[in-house]
């Protein structure tokens, strides 16, 4: 596999809200244009050969097909044979070229085909996630704006900041570098590193990381880490360092393809010179060697593991998840540990109200206290205040014009709203008294774990709000399966505070609870996991998840809210975001890898007993095709049982363990 990440492309305007998308056209991809050209030259040869058309129609496009499909796998089968070690892509090469010399030319040319498209997505996979370390680079901004010890500002590269530089971060512009703010107060969008969806206020003390976006209020930061040691720069080194330790190829053809390369070849070698050695006639011991080639040669094996699996992928994804290759499809069939974000994962990702505690409203009852608390949130751009209207919103309430509005970093919003003063914001800002009445509310809902919000009407508490990420509806249904499947309760990982993650895991049922983690730490307890002989699922959807992602044995990101690099990272992507998919993906996939062991068995016996049959006897020429192309076949059929629906519906958890 080429390295993840090369030398960052060109600079593009950085936009706020996502990883800027910077994607290699498919076609400028050498494999990608050659598997094309095979297999057009095949489809256009195809209708000439089976109409019996005149050779030179559509010899020359065969050849053709052959050369453009068969010289990169060829090439570097070669290069590998130069460094001692034969490769499955040289043996199917020389086995269409056997095929060709005994007039099998388009099964050996369809054989080319499937090879070259095969190499042809590996190609596109490996540089989509290129692509998408690339973009990341973006998040940190390429300039920063450095007070000097005189105070006069200058604007200087990003990655030119030293520790103890003081640089001066105003709303809306990203952070140029970690470190810690000295002065200033704002509320910071860290999603790309923490995941979570709520802006974390920030003060005098506290630590704001490169490449997080700065809501409002200017922040003075004294930089505490050199640009290339950021968190961001990590996480790029991370998944950079993961992702080229994934294997390319089928995991089972890797195992075997030396000895059974080495082992055919010797035995086509040694069916045509000993008996030439003998004093057999030239012709017939040719003809014997390359039936020996044709039915010893593996087309059958291959398609014995890839029909169950790519069929399994084709359900899968009618039923919206993407599995990005059938080496994944045989990977998730192996875990037995699984690693859960919260943030998006296990919750939606949006935050919404949740509480409505009345306190001092007489007249206006809950309607009316929602009411008057969005009109005067309705200006603001924060999540929390777009969580308040469209609670209102939801509810029907008319939203009334907000005049006079103001919005205080760390502390909320006021407005005149139908000539009342109303106040929306930060308890801990806007309430004076703690031993109000309001303190215990607010207390109770953040024991909850819920962000408590404080209303005030002219001046005096009236009701407390509480906000909160909705956790799915399947999220406990989904975790039990999971726990099923692998025999074990899976783990929750998350950026968010202990008391929050504590709460949500007791609904779901998870007692192994990993909170307050940033991208490496999710990346250490995989590697804990992992160190303990586990196979490890992570399932997430930020930025900050892509590392344990691209770590894990497999990784699945939620595809509606995910970000552009979790979405290229993970080794599949629930496009709509339904939990309950995972587990049965997973059951799936191990249906698939049994019925790839039966398609082995099928494949293997063929290949014996033809074999044998020509080495000790006579076997026909057409007996011997007829028997490897019907292997080929028997388990291509086999292997497509798997994409009907009752398949998937079998694969649930709760369907119980019929086989397919």
């Known amino acids: 596999m080429p390295p993840v990440l090369e030398r960052p492309s060109p600079p593009?305007?950085?936009?706020?809200?996502?990883?800027?998308?910077?994607?290699?056209?498919?076609?400028?991809?050498?494999?990608?244009?050659?598997?094309?050209?095979?297999?057009?030259?095949?489809?256009a040869a195809l209708p000439l050969h089976l109409l019996d058309a005149p050779v030179w129609l559509w010899g020359p496009?065969?050849?053709?097909t052959y050369v453009t499909g068969g010289w990169e796998p060829g090439r570097e089968g070669l290069k590998a044979l130069r460094e001692k070690s034969l490769d499955v892509d040289l043996l199917m090469v020389v086995a269409a070229l056997g095929a060709a010399a005994i007039g099998q030319v388009l099964d050996g040319a369809l054989l080319?085909?499937?090879?070259?498209?095969?190499?042809?997505?590996?190609?596109?996979?490996?540089?989509?996630?290129?692509?998408?370390?690339?973009?990341?680079?973006?998040?940190?901004?390429?300039?920063?704006?450095?007070?000097?010890?005189?105070?006069?500002?200058?604007?200087?590269?990003?990655?030119?900041l030293a520790v103890g530089d003081v640089v001066l971060v105003r709303p809306g512009e990203r952070i140029g570098a970690d470190g810690r703010v000295l002065d200033g107060?704002?509320?910071?969008?860290?999603?790309?590193?923490?995941?979570?969806?709520?802006?974390?206020?920030?003060?005098?003390?506290?630590?704001?990381?490169?490449?997080?976006?700065?809501?409002?209020?200017?922040?003075?930061?004294?930089?505490?880490?050199?640009?290339?040691?950021?968190?961001?720069?990590?996480?790029?080194?991370?998944?950079?360092?993961a992702a080229r330790t994934k294997a390319p190829t089928q995991l089972f053809i890797e195992k075997?393809?030396?000895?059974?390369?080495?082992?055919?070849?010797?035995?086509?070698?040694?069916?045509?010179?000993?008996?030439?050695?003998?004093?057999?006639?030239?012709?017939?011991?040719?003809?014997?060697a390359m039936t020996f080639m044709i039915v010893a040669s593996p087309c059958a094996v291959v398609l014995a593991t890839m029909p169950p699996l790519l069929s399994a992928m084709a359900n899968a994804g009618r039923h919206g998840v993407l599995v990005k290759s059938a080496v994944v499809m045989e990977r998730l069939g192996q875990i037995d540990a699984v690693a859960l974000d919260k943030t998006g994962t296990l919750t939606e990702?949006?935050?919404?109200?949740?509480?409505?505690?009345?306190?001092?409203?007489?007249?206006?009852?809950?309607?009316?206290?929602?009411?008057?608390?969005?009109?005067?949130?309705?200006?603001?751009?924060?999540?929390?205040?777009?969580?308040?209207?469209?609670?209102?919103?939801?509810?029907?309430l008319d939203l009334a014009p907000a005049v006079g509005f103001s919005s205080a970093p760390g502390t909320g919003v006021t407005a005149t709203v139908d000539g009342r003063a109303v106040a929306v914001g930060s308890p801990a800002r806007l309430l004076d008294d703690p031993a109000h009445p309001a303190a215990a509310l607010v207390?109770?809902?953040?024991?909850?774990?819920?962000?408590?919000?404080?209303?005030?009407?002219?001046?005096?508490?009236?009701?407390?709000?509480?906000?909160?990420?909705?956790?799915?509806?399947?999220?406990?249904?989904?975790?039990?399966?999971?726990?099923?499947?692998?025999?074990?309760?899976?783990?929750?990982?998350?950026?968010?505070?202990?008391?929050?993650?504590?709460?949500?895991?007791?609904?779901?049922?998870?007692?192994?609870v990993r909170a307050g983690l940033l991208p490496q730490d999710k990346v250490a307890v995989v590697r804990e996991l992992q160190g303990g002989g586990a196979k490890v699922l992570v399932v997430g959807d930020g930025v900050n998840d892509a590392p344990a992602l691209a770590a894990a044995h497999t990784g699945i990101a939620m595809g509606r809210a995910g970000s552009d690099l979790a979405l290229e990272t993970a080794d599949a992507v629930v496009v709509r975001d339904e939990l309950a998919t995972v587990a049965t993906v997973v059951n799936l996939s191990r249906r698939a890898r049994r019925l790839v062991i039966q398609n082995l068995v099928i494949a293997g016996t063929f290949i014996a007993?033809?074999?044998?049959?020509?080495?000790?006897?006579?076997?026909?020429?057409?007996?011997?095709?007829?028997?490897?192309?019907?292997?080929?076949v028997l388990v291509g059929l086999n292997g497509l049982r798997l994409l009907a629906d009752g398949a998937w519906r079998r694969a649930r958890p709760s369907a119980g363990p019929d086989a397919p």
């Open 609 to 632: 007993v033809l074999a044998a049959w020509d080495l000790v006897g006579t076997l026909p020429l057409p007996l011997g095709v007829a028997g490897h192309e019907g292997s080929t």
């Open 443 to 512: 207390d109770e809902l953040e024991e909850e774990g819920r962000a408590a919000v404080l209303v005030v009407l002219d001046g005096r508490p009236a009701g407390v709000l509480g906000i909160a990420d909705r956790l799915r509806p399947e999220a406990a249904a989904a975790t039990r399966a999971l726990a099923e499947l692998t025999r074990r309760a899976p783990v929750l990982v998350t950026g968010d505070n202990p008391r929050a993650a504590a709460r949500l895991a007791a609904e779901v049922g998870i007692t192994d």
């Open 61 to 64: 496009l065969l050849a053709a």
């Open 112 to 160: 080319v085909v499937i090879f070259a498209t095969s190499g042809a997505l590996e190609a596109v996979a490996t540089a989509r996630t290129a692509d998408s370390v690339r973009g990341l680079l973006d998040l940190a901004p390429e300039t920063a704006t450095r007070i000097a010890d005189d105070g006069t500002e200058e604007s200087v590269p990003a990655d030119s």
């Open 185 to 241: 107060a704002g509320e910071v969008d860290q999603a790309t590193i923490t995941g979570e969806p709520l802006p974390a206020a920030k003060q005098p003390g506290d630590e704001v990381f490169a490449g997080t976006l700065n809501g409002s209020g200017a922040l003075r930061v004294r930089v505490e880490r050199d640009p290339s040691d950021s968190v961001i720069a990590r996480i790029v080194a991370m998944v950079e360092e």
């Open 12 to 43: 593009v305007a950085d936009t706020p809200s996502a990883v800027p998308r910077r994607r290699t056209r498919i076609l400028a991809l050498p494999e990608a244009r050659q598997a094309l050209a095979a297999l057009v030259l095949f489809l």
């Open 349 to 396: 990702g949006a935050p919404r109200l949740t509480d409505l505690r009345l306190l001092d409203a007489p007249g206006l009852g809950e309607s009316g206290l929602l009411r008057l608390a969005a009109s005067a949130e309705h200006p603001s751009e924060h999540p929390l205040a777009r969580a308040v209207v469209e609670a209102a919103q939801a509810r029907g």
């Open 256 to 288: 075997v393809e030396q000895r059974y390369s080495l082992g055919m070849v010797a035995a086509t070698l040694l069916i045509f010179v000993i008996p030439l050695l003998m004093g057999s006639a030239l012709e017939p011991t040719l003809l014997r």
